[in-house]
C-alpha cells in the first residue's frame, strides 16, 4: 500500500489513489490479537470503502469440514459492528477531502435520484404497498424544469452526482469523461458541478 501511494497517490492532477477491500471477521481461531491486527490494517490505509461481513459456515467449504466455529456469535458480532463504524467514519473523511477537488468522472447515465422520480412505462408492473397501487402515487417526473442528475465514477471509483449542462441531454454525455468540481460530499457519494 504504501508503494502504491508513493506511485499511484496524485491528487494534484485530480487522480487520488483509493483502495477497496473485503474483510471477515470471527474466522475461527480468530484471537483478539488477530482481531487488532486486522483493526490497525484498517486505520493505517484507511479505505475508501470495504465490504465487512462476520464468519459463518457455510456448506461445502473447507472451513465448514475441517475447522471448528470457535469464535462466539456476541464476539463476531461485536467486531464486525466495530469494523463497520471505524470504515464509515474513514469513508466520510475520505469523502469530504475531496471537497473543493477537480476529478475527472465516467459519466454512467441518470443518478439514482432521478431514475427514482422518472415517469414509470405503462406496461411497467404496478406494486402495492399500504393498500396503494404505486402507480396511484404521483411522481415527480425527470424533465420537469430541474435539470436532470447525472452519475458516473472517477477511476478511484468514487461516486459523483452533478447536473446536466444546458442544452445537453443526458445520453449525450453518457460514456463520456467529464471534469467535475466537487462542492459537497456524504459517506458514499460526492456531489459537484461542471469544471
Known amino acids: 500500500v504504501d508503494r502504491a501511494r508513493r506511485f499511484l497517490h496524485q491528487p494534484e492532477i485530480g487522480r487520488p489513489l483509493m483502495i477497496a477491500g473485503d474483510f471477515i471477521v470471527g474466522f475461527p481461531g480468530e ?12 486505520e493505517r490505509v484507511r479505505f475508501k470503502n470495504n465490504f465487512i461481513f462476520q464468519y459463518s459456515p457455510r456448506p461445502g467449504t473447507t472451513a465448514y ?8 456469535d456476541d464476539v463476531k458480532r461485536w467486531r464486525c459492528n466495530d469494523l463497520l463504524a471505524l470504515q464509515s467514519q474513514h469513508s466520510n473523511e475520505i469523502s469530504h477531502q475531496q471537497i473543493g477537488s477537480t476529478l475527472s468522472v465516467f459519466v454512467e447515465g441518470l443518478s439514482k435520484r432521478e431514475r427514482k422520480r422518472a415517469p414509470k412505462p405503462a406496461n411497467a ?16 417526473a425527470a424533465t420537469s424544469a430541474k435539470r436532470p442528475q447525472l452519475s458516473g465514477r472517477t477511476d478511484g471509483d468514487l461516486i459523483v452526482c452533478f447536473d446536466c449542462p444546458e442544452g445537453k441531454a443526458p445520453d449525450d454525455l453518457v460514456g463520456s469523461i467529464v471534469n467535475v468540481r466537487i462542492t459537497d460530499a456524504h459517506q458514499l457519494t460526492l456531489q459537484g458541478e461542471l469544471a
Not at 31 to 42: K, W
Not at 125 to 140: F, I, Q, S
Open 125 to 140: 408492473v404496478a406494486l402495492t404497498l399500504a393498500g396503494r397501487t404505486m402507480n396511484d402515487v404521483p411522481m415527480v
Open 31 to 42: 484471537t483478539d490479537a488477530d482481531y487488532e491486527c486486522t483493526r490497525d490494517l484498517l
Open 65 to 72: 469440514k475441517r475447522i471448528p466455529d470457535d469464535v462466539p
